[in-house]
């Protein structure tokens, strides 16, 4: 048995991963596609935000300032025969400086769901580097994981965001214990985390 570990220096806190290296054998090419509920749920959380989002576009359209989101190449596995790596064109946010800024930057996220692309819960989308940074059974096992809107919560210091390594140990955590407790445990330490003065949260999704 493979014993995965993940050692937070600055809290000196050691988490331990399942036996993930059995996945390896049975990994795929391709994620679970995203279901015509979730899709039809976002066309109408898009039609419902349209007016809005359409207006703070314009707005900073006319003022010169930049989008709230990009459509990036992320990296989300390898294709069939080891013929290179799983390229996905996806809206991902650009950095914004409150919170009403993050939440019209999740707009190009559910079309990214409407689109069939992505899920509501999920992994992290992750550059090339930040994916080839990743052991091999990390990426297989986060390949098979649909890429989503909502992530497991990594730890981080208060005002300070989470590195790559703890984002990649939330997301494997969330891969190996998919389902509707670890989803409901997500949104409870999201609407904790919101509720926080100034967001300063110390969490780990595998704690």
Known sequence: MVDHRVLHIKTHTLSHLPEIRAHRQTARTETPTTGWLSRGLACAGLALLAPIAGFDWLTRKAMGLPQRWNTQPVVHGHLAHNAGLRVLLLNEPAPQSDLAGTCFAQYGRLIDIAQGKRHWF????????????????????????????????????????????????????????????????ICTELLRGSLLPNNQVQTSSHA
Do not use: C
């Not at 809107?149 to 494997?172: C, F, N």
């Open 122 to 185: 999920g992994v992290r989308a992750r550059t090339m580097s930040q994916w080839q940074h990743l052991s091999p059974d990390w990426q297989n096992l986060l390949a098979r994981t649909p890429i989503g809107l909502i992530h497991a919560s990594a730890w981080h210091e208060a005002g300070q965001r989470p590195t790559s390594e703890a984002q990649a140990a939330a997301d494997v955590f969330y891969a190996v214990s998919p389902g509707w407790k670890t989803r409901l445990r």
